[in-house]
């Protein structure tokens, strides 16, 4: 009989320690793979200046919006809470889960729609407004891809890191609050 308890409880443990691992690496492997590919991109969440700049740079605009790179969907729900049917592009799926509902807890879950995709693997054309939360290794391949496909009433609003060759229309904040925007003017 303690033979068999002890069986029992070593099957236990083994489970638990087994089941903990498991749920530990679905939960951490989602925010490190970015980190291990070849542009890294880590998940940093906005500032509430930024979210603030970037809603200055879409004032008087309408259309649509897409955030790539939406993260935690802070800049989505900030648009929405604005008017904008608003659209998020995230690699990571907790944060994609979690900009749902937050989208849903802040009443805006009608004007959102967050996505686990790839940029590289989705087009922007349909967008007029566009946010971007990059890294400088993705921007120039980044903007000739947003050049091909964007109409030229687009607006591009950069955050943290501006484009390596278009000239900004305007800018605000400063620091890593700073964001660019961009008006597409190409036909």
């Known amino acids: 009989e303690g033979s068999s308890r002890r069986r029992s409880w070593g099957l236990l443990v083994t489970a638990g320690v087994g089941g903990t691992l498991v749920a530990l690496y679905a939960v951490v492997t989602p925010f490190v793979t970015p980190a291990l590919r070849k542009v890294c991109l ?8 930024q ?3 970037v809603l200055k740079m879409l004032e008087n605009r309408s259309g649509s919006l897409v955030d790539i790179g939406s ?6 729900i900030a648009a929405a809470k604005r008017g904008f049917k608003a659209v998020g592009y ?5 944060l994609v889960w979690y900009s749902r509902y937050r ?11 967050f996505y686990i995709s790839d940029l590289w693997k989705v087009s922007f054309s349909h ?36 484009f390596p060759c278009w000239i900004p229309d305007h800018t605000a904040g ?3 609050d700073t964001v660019w925007a961009y008006d ?3 036909s």
């Open 42 to 49: 880590p998940f940093v969440p906005a500032t509430s200046a």
């Open 51 to 53: 979210i603030q700049n």
């Open 71 to 76: 993260g935690d969907g802070r800049i989505v």
């Open 90 to 94: 995230e690699l990571n799926p907790w």
């Open 103 to 113: 989208a849903w807890r802040d009443g805006v879950h009608h004007n959102t729609r």
């Open 127 to 162: 967008y007029t407004n566009v946010v971007v939360f990059g890294v400088p290794q993705m921007m120039p391949q980044l903007e000739k891809k947003l050049e091909e496909e964007l109409q030229c009433n687009a607006r591009i609003i950069a955050c943290r890191f501006p």
């Open 174 to 176: 400063e620091g890593i």
């Open 184 to 186: 597409l003017k190409h």
